[in-house]
């Protein structure tokens, strides 16, 4: 009876490995429903064959590595909506590791990280043992066993094949073997990855616009300001948990910004990712080129290819990069065409930080023009936002501009409830908390644009990307980006058939982000492609 136990309690843990998900939407006991048909062929196999070999570590091993794959899985799905690839987000685990300790502190990150390395470790020594239960069971037929473990390894492969299309059948096997499916599906896009690398760094190195001259011309030496706004997508206008909060401000603002005498058209741009990862939809509206993952994003940088801001230093203008989320060396900007880079660093904020943010938006808006030397060139400035920045807790107040100092006055707002940790227990909460962060940021870039209505500059606010998936509510990857300037420069981008306003039509002209750059050179250059260029 207590060998029975033994055995039971054993393959009930592997069959729980085994049907663990590897995504936010399947984490449910709906998943114990499935019988995975690796469950037989391990057993029967640890039956037929003991622990010769070390085949016990050696399925140990490989299980192990099965529950990382799930798990990173389910860690990228919550946050960036897509599947962990070890090739191109290994390096995300650092960056990770920044943000949490910016929520709960360097000692519960230290805590959280080791109890991480001991319970995979522990994790692996019970599943060595668990197996060694089964292999050290006396069995008289171990031929039989064997052949019918070969039989089920069969069944098992059939499955496989069938799902990753190796092969067809009328019907899908009855039983899974999706644990096998996702570890072979994973092991086979890193190889595509490694080859796609491959790939994009030739494609990086063809460029139409590379020798190119006399770009920008036609504004005039205007200057031209590009605000990013953190997590700023389409479902601020189609998810009635935000639309009603944020179409409202943005009238407002619209009304404000009329006043000033400045036009405004507002299109949609596919981001190449979600839920973070904002540089890779900085690159691409930048470099012209599809920055959908890290390695492609590295690439690009290596290729020597040509951003919108080396065209603008071309064309007599002073590059700037305002960048209060950049903490640590930003090696990488030199390679971005910018003249000056100021990182959280520079910028003369003496108030609390609001967590991981390090500004908030308003004081960033206020402060950012009189952070530059003087210089008798026209600006091109990226200012990139960070206030609605996840986790969304505590989220700033809008304050009267004129009262904006060192940055003391945020104090009490920066010390503000929920925390991270109890915020993010609620999902609701963390979707009211996301709508109000948005909110608080699109007032702050709006009312920045309003005041420098009398400079008449050429104003790009564009969205990076959507929310994780679970707030914004969908897997659309659109984010809206707004131009606003004087009426004569606004039109000619006439032909990009964008909405006039603050609000993009629902039904508008969708174009990837990547197209920016080349439809941007071409419609505010003479000599350059008169063409919108296809992606």
Known sequence: MRRALALAFAAAVIFAVLVLPNHPGTMKWSALNRWPLELPVLLLTMLAVGRRWGLTYAAAALLSVAVVIKLADYAMF????????????????????????????????????????????????????????????PNPVRVPTAIAALLCATWAAADAGHHLKAWRFEASPPGTAWTTRLTVKRGTEVAQTATELARFAQEAQTDIYADATGLLDRLEGRDVILIWVESYGRASFDNPLYAPTHLSTLLEAQADIARTGMAMKSGWLTSPTAGGQSWLAHGALASGLWTSDNGRYNAM?????????????????????I???????????????????????????????????????????????????????????????????????????????????????FNAMAARGPTPKALWR?????????????????????????????????????????????????????VAVHMIGPAHVLAMIDHWGWTDGLIPAANGPVRRMDSFRNDFLAAFSANAVSEMVSQ
Request: glycine content about 8%.
């Open 78 to 137: 919550s946050a960036f909506n897509r599947t962990f690839n070890p090739i191109l987000d290994t390096f995300l685990i650092g960056a990770g590791l920044t943000l949490l300790e910016g929520s709960i502190g360097l000692t519960l990150t230290a805590v959280t990280v080791i109890g991480a390395v001991l319970g995979l470790a522990a994790l692996f020594l019970m599943l060595e043992r668990c197996l060694r239960v089964w292999a050290d069971t």
């Open 426 to 478: 609620d999902r609701d909460q963390v979707r009211d908390a996301y709508r109000r962060s948005v909110d608080y940021a699109l007032q702050a870039a709006f009312g920045h644009v309003a005041r420098l209505g009398a400079d008449a500059p050429l104003i790009i606010v564009a969205g990076d990307h959507q929310a994780a998936g679970f707030v914004a509510g969908s897997d659309n990857k659109d």
């Open 323 to 409: 960048m209060p989320a950049i903490t640590v060396g930003w090696p990488e900007s030199l390679m971005m065409g910018f003249d000056h880079v100021i990182p959280a660093a520079d910028i003369p904020y003496q108030g609390a930080r609001f967590r991981w943010v390090t500004v908030p938006d308003q004081f960033t808006l206020a402060t950012y023009r009189d952070l530059l030397p003087t210089d008798p060139r026209p600006d091109f400035v990226q200012v990139a936002l960070i206030s609605s920045h996840a986790p969304w807790t505590p989220i700033p107040d809008m304050i009267p501009w004129d009262d904006i100092g060192d940055g003391t006055e």
């Open 301 to 321: 940088l290596t290729s020597g290819h040509k951003w919108l801001f080396h065209f603008a230093q071309g064309a007599g203008y002073r590059t700037s990069a």
